[in-house]
């Protein structure tokens, strides 16, 4: 497996608050990584460490070797660093086609034209992006008007449709019916095969074993234990941690 992003030494507190200890991660290329651990772990923190949400108080993030600590949000993005959020943040107002869309345009909103071969692949992007979603037949409908699932599946068709190769995926399967979780778990294992990375945030630990190939148990800041899931999810002490069963 090659590396594709190496966290290492991260911290980052608020006021007195250790909310990132010295996090080291190196994610594999292909593979699915979850972060699990109870409220207030500190995951989602990471993610916004790495996306340049946040400045990191001391540490470095390396893209394929690369030193891009401390980039704004919008360069990360284009280095091909993809996230989804547990709002959604959907354009509620927009079509399923046009919320999608934009999440492809690099440097300009897409009704300021534009031609050209470049312009027609991102337009491919969106259509596969709708394809592999299962958003076809709702595409032209409003987000506002979608069904919870729906709305979901089409916060991860505007990361996939951008052509990114990590993904930093939110609790993105939460509140999705059997059917739903599924559909999700496909597209998931369907983008590694084609070398996508993901990190997910996920406490539905169904969904983790079923998806994750490594997971990095987080508590209070820091990095208890990382390995395969099975040898994770099978350890008796993190999981008297996540369920707040503390000595």
């Known amino acids: 497996m090659t ?43 990471i993610f916004n460490l790495i996306t340049g949400n946040l400045r990191v108080d ?37 079509s399923v086609f046009d919320n999608i869309r934009a999440a492809t345009e690099p440097t300009s909103w897409f009704w300021q034209g534009g031609e050209g071969e470049a312009r027609r692949k991102r337009l491919g992007r969106v259509e596969m992006a709708i394809e592999r979603a299962g958003l076809a037949s709702v595409a032209r409908a409003r987000a506002i008007d979608l069904a919870y699932a729906e709305r979901k599946f089409l916060s991860m068709a505007r990361v996939m449709a951008t052509g990114a190769n990590i993904w930093l995926l939110d609790e993105p399967a939460s509140g999705l019916d059997p059917r739903s979780r599924a559909q999700f778990v496909n597209m998931v294992r369907r983008a590694t095969t084609e070398g996508v990375t993901v990190l997910i ?34 350890d008796k002490a993190l999981a008297a941690i996540y369920f707040g069963e503390r000595v």
């Open 3 to 45: 590396s594709l992003l190496s966290l290492r030494g991260l911290n980052r507190s608020f006021g007195g608050l250790a909310a990132v200890s010295d996090f080291n991660m190196e994610l594999e290329s292909g593979i699915v990584t979850a972060l699990i651990g109870p409220n207030g772990a500190g995951k989602t923190t």
């Open 58 to 94: 001391s540490g470095q993030i390396l893209l394929q070797g690369t030193d891009i600590t401390g980039l704004k949000p919008h360069r990360v993005a284009r280095l091909g660093v993809a996230r989804s959020f547990q709002d959604l943040r959907l354009f509620s107002h927009m």
């Open 201 to 234: 945030i996920e406490h539905n630990l169904d969904i983790v074993t079923e998806v994750a190939d490594r997971i990095a148990f987080l508590d209070q800041g820091r990095k208890l234990a990382e390995g395969g899931a099975a040898e994770i999810m099978q």
